[in-house]
């Protein structure tokens, strides 16, 4: 029982690519700290995935750092998809650069796999994208026969049905993208996929667990699982009607998770997984579009509905979808049994199921960020030291607050922060403005606080504490001082100077 | 001045852990002990009034937090929750929803019906509609409401009367710590207005008593 033929078109570091950015300018894109994707210029200077920043930068000092966007990848990789989906129907966004389709259709229709494949990567390099094109048993083999064929001269590797197996051998265990195992692999001396075919399905089945059998059916050039016989009866797609018909894509992002909720309940009461999840709306005027998204049993509900936010999101930028949305469709695509997966054995907290639901309840009402969990985040100012993470997320990019930071303004900390400064003006005894020197000398001793109509004595101060902040980064670098003033009416004020202008960045009160 | 300070905060602990224990058994949330002198608990379906934003609408939320309630703050992005944390809040069960606008009437009846104690600034002076809305829901539900700002009809209502900070000198030091006298009045406080003086916060940001006499007032009442 071997895999379906699948054929897998590669667009080589995609989100720089989506990002505007020209191969031959160093630059790369960071993902929580360690770099994701960075062009060819830069891995010639030795810039690699998965390196901290401060090591790519050793290596190429004037590369350009650009954050993650996957909304703006998914954006852009329509257009692809869109072009391939002119010759096969069914394409399959396994992630924005990396989509799939069967090839067993197409090849007969178009009379050959060499043909189909011809006439994909020109359709895609029309467009003025990047592209390989991979065919072969299986999507995993013919992703990496796509990574092959970039290499090639004509972008393209056709790996037949009975060589696959002799194709995947040679490649090295990381490939097959599970970090842990592959360590494990490594040190056991199994280092190429060749090596762990080679073993008995039984005993990497009972030393490694479902994950271990993943991982050799893989390396055997079969499909990750096995595919799941279940009567074909059963309805596991969850279905939304909106009624009236809506314009915004909010209401429906929150639509899709609870139908990922209930299709991931529906499969779970069965025992199957699914590998491909199919996102399906209509319009008030008729349109219907449909996209698949790799799933692998993988996602939380809250990940698809994520996934159905940057693809409404998508279609409306390429303006594929115009008319108000009436109807979402979550389906599962080739269901599979679910071989279960394990939980971490700390660290991931239950919330309270009635505070959960108020918290969902209002993201519905205002949307997804307006519900949000104070978190400690490491920084000197008062509104560097709060991260407001929306209720729901767990990653957060925030500097650690366990570290030390010199400068930091001291304990107790002000009880209101104010979200924008507040332009004020601190004025000394002759009523002019105090300022601060290039070496942090007072002009004259402060004696009003002026703010707004508000004019307060001063009745002590301290300062100032000077700040000089990421100097070696332009968009971010800082330069002001801090200043504590207490008033007559029993406040006290964190003030900040920077170039000349007065702040109160927070009050004590 | 700090060793004075740390006994009375004992000295205090030490009275006020027998109210507290006898507050745990009935239907009432703790507050910090430095505040029991005015408000021995915080009783289900109760609504206080505190004046503004600041420092001690925070550390009425403090108690209930410590002790493992859920709270939820509404309509105050500028709230400091470093300093919450500081008087003894914990983020892990805190809620924050900063912009309600118009709608910030449901999303107060939303969290009054999963949380125990919600925190809320109206953007309007609430009407009376409003106000019976919320009372009757918190009172069903068995949470209450802490209101940062005028609400009819509460039960009591706390403001700072006078506040001093020390640590701050003409150019050197830094702000260590704030001496108010807060003023509890109203039907839930017991006829008579009652007066604390309190740290709030103190040099590491809790809230503690700040004269002896407190001491002894709670001793009485209790």
């Given amino acids: 029982m071997t895999a379906p033929r699948a054929l897998v078109v590669w667009c080589p570091d995609w989100p720089l690519t989506a990002a505007g950015t020209d191969p031959a300018v160093p630059a790369l894109v960071l993902a929580s700290g360690r770099v994701s994707a960075c062009t060819a210029a830069a891995r010639a200077t030795g810039v690699r995935r998965g390196q901290r920043l401060r090591d790519a930068q050793r290596y190429c000092p004037d590369v350009a750092v650009l954050d993650e966007d996957p909304e703006g990848e998914t954006r852009a990789f329509e257009q692809v998809v869109a072009v391939i989906e002119q010759s096969c129907p069914r394409v399959e966004v396994i992630r924005p650069g990396l989509a799939a389709v069967p090839a067993r259709g197409p090849s007969r229709y178009f009379g050959g796999e060499e043909i189909v494949a011809g006439m994909v990567r020109d359709a895609v390099l029309e467009r003025d994208f990047v592209c390989a094109v991979g065919v072969a048993d299986g999507t995993f083999a013919a992703d990496l026969a796509a990574r092959a064929a970039f290499e090639a001269d004509d972008g393209i590797r056709l790996v037949p049905s009975a060589s696959t197996a002799g194709f995947l051998a040679p490649h090295p265990v990381p490939v097959l993208e599970m970090p842990e195992l592959a360590g494990v692999l490594v040190r056991l001396g199994i280092r190429t996929l060749g090596d762990l075919a080679a073993l008995s399905m039984r005993d990497v089945l009972g030393r490694f667990g479902s994950e271990g059998a993943v991982a050799h059916r893989l390396a055997t050039g079969l499909e990750a699982r096995p595919p799941a016989a279940r009567s074909p009866g059963d309805d596991l797609s969850a279905q939304f009607e909106f009624d009236p018909p809506i314009d915004q894509s909010e209401p429906a992002v929150f639509a899709a998770k609870s139908l990922a909720d209930l299709m991931h309940a529906k499969l779970g009461e069965r025992g199957l997984a699914c590998v491909r999840v199919e996102v399906e709306v209509s319009t008030a005027d008729g349109q219907s579009r449909s996209r698949l998204w790799r799933h692998d049993g993988l996602l939380s509900s809250l990940a698809v509905a994520e996934r159905v936010r940057w693809q409404l999101d998508a279609w409306r930028t390429a303006g594929q979808l115009t008319g108000s949305l009436t109807h979402l469709t979550l389906a599962p695509d080739q269901v599979v049994i679910d071989t279960g997966r394990q939980l971490t054995l700390w660290g991931q907290t239950e919330n309270d199921e009635e505070v959960s639901r108020a918290a969902t309840r209002i993201q519905v009402m205002l949307g ?34 366990d570290r030390p930071w010199p400068g930091r303004v001291p304990q107790p900390a002000p009880a209101v922060v104010h979200p924008a400064p507040l332009p004020v003006r601190l004025v000394d005894a002759s009523g002019t403005s105090v300022t601060v020197s290039g070496r942090s000398v007072v002009s004259a001793p402060p004696s009003r606080l002026v703010l707004g109509k508000e004019h307060l004595a ?11 902040e990421y100097w070696w980064d332009r968009s971010r670098s800082r330069r002001c001082a801090r200043f504590q003033v207490a008033t007559d009416d029993g406040r006290a004020w964190l003030l900040v100077v920077e170039q000349g202008e007065w702040f109160a960045e927070a009050t004590y009160t | 001045m700090t060793g004075r300070q740390q006994q009375a905060a004992e000295a205090l602990a030490s009275v006020a852990g027998k109210p507290s224990d006898v507050a745990s058994e009935s239907t009432g949330l703790p507050v910090l002990p430095a505040l029991q002198g005015l408000l021995p608990m915080l009783r289900r379906g109760q609504v206080v009034e505190v004046d503004g934003s600041g420092a001690l609408s925070l550390a009425l939320l403090a108690g209930a937090s410590q002790s493992g309630s859920w709270c939820g703050v509404v309509g105050m992005p500028e709230g400091g929750m470093l300093a919450a944390s500081e008087m003894g809040c914990d983020l892990d069960r805190l809620l924050l929803v900063d912009h309600p606008g118009d709608r910030w009437v449901d999303v107060t009846a939303a969290l009054l019906e999963a949380v125990d104690v919600v925190l809320l600034r109206p953007p309007v002076r609430p009407q009376t509609g409003v106000v019976r809305r919320l009372v009757a829901l918190a009172r069903k539900s068995g949470s209450m409401l802490i209101a940062a700002g005028a609400w009819e009809g509460s039960s009591v209502r706390l403001r700072v009367e006078s506040s001093l900070w020390t640590g701050l000198e003409h150019g050197h030091g830094h702000l260590r710590g704030r001496r108010v006298k807060i003023v509890a009045e109203g039907r839930g406080a017991g006829g008579r207005p009652r007066s604390a003086w309190v740290w709030l916060p103190g040099p590491d940001g809790s809230v503690s008593p700040a004269e002896l006499a407190v001491v002894h007032d709670s001793a009485e009442v209790a």
């Fill in chain 1, 368 to 401: 997804h960020t307006a519900v949000t969990r104070p978190r400690l985040a490491g920084g000197r100012g008062p509104s560097e030291q709060v991260a407001r993470v929306p209720w729901g997320d767990t990653a957060i990019a925030a500097l650690p607050a």
């Fill in chain 1, 458 to 468: 001063v009745t002590g101060w301290t300062g100032p504490w000077p700040v000089r």
